[in-house]
């Protein structure tokens, strides 16, 4: 539903830090489903761990907010270069690692608007297995504050 060309375009992220390949699913004001292909390639694998690789729950949540960025720019009419800030993270829970080779599915709930701040509740998965679940909210704002 939203390609990787199109994600660029929302948000202002690029390689290494960009943490959502597509979105699958999107329901405007309500809810996005986006991918997140994790590989042997990305850098932080090199240390985190060298011998037992996982990927760092800190970015885990950093591509819940990705996706929950491209949900509320997709469900509102922003103009000029915007971004999201996080506010808040709460209630964050690791249930499983995530390791290279996983396909890490970020389903995200819109649980309150009030104008340019978001509340969402996100869950991950790889497979049908509870990955990372967490509650956050976000600022979107001028791309300069």
Known sequence: MVDTKEILSLLPHRYPFLLVDRVIELEPNNRVVG???VTINEPFFQGHFPDNPIMPGVLIVEAMAQAAG???FKSSRTEGKKTVYFMSIE???FRRPVLPG???RLEIQVTQTR????KF????FVGDRLTTEAEFIVMIADEEL
């Open 70 to 72: 491209i949900l509320a």
């Open 102 to 104: 996983d396909q890490l």
């Open 91 to 93: 209630k964050v829970k």
């Open 35 to 37: 991918i997140k292909n």
């Open 121 to 124: 509740s996100g869950n991950t």
């Open 115 to 118: 104008g340019n701040v978001w």
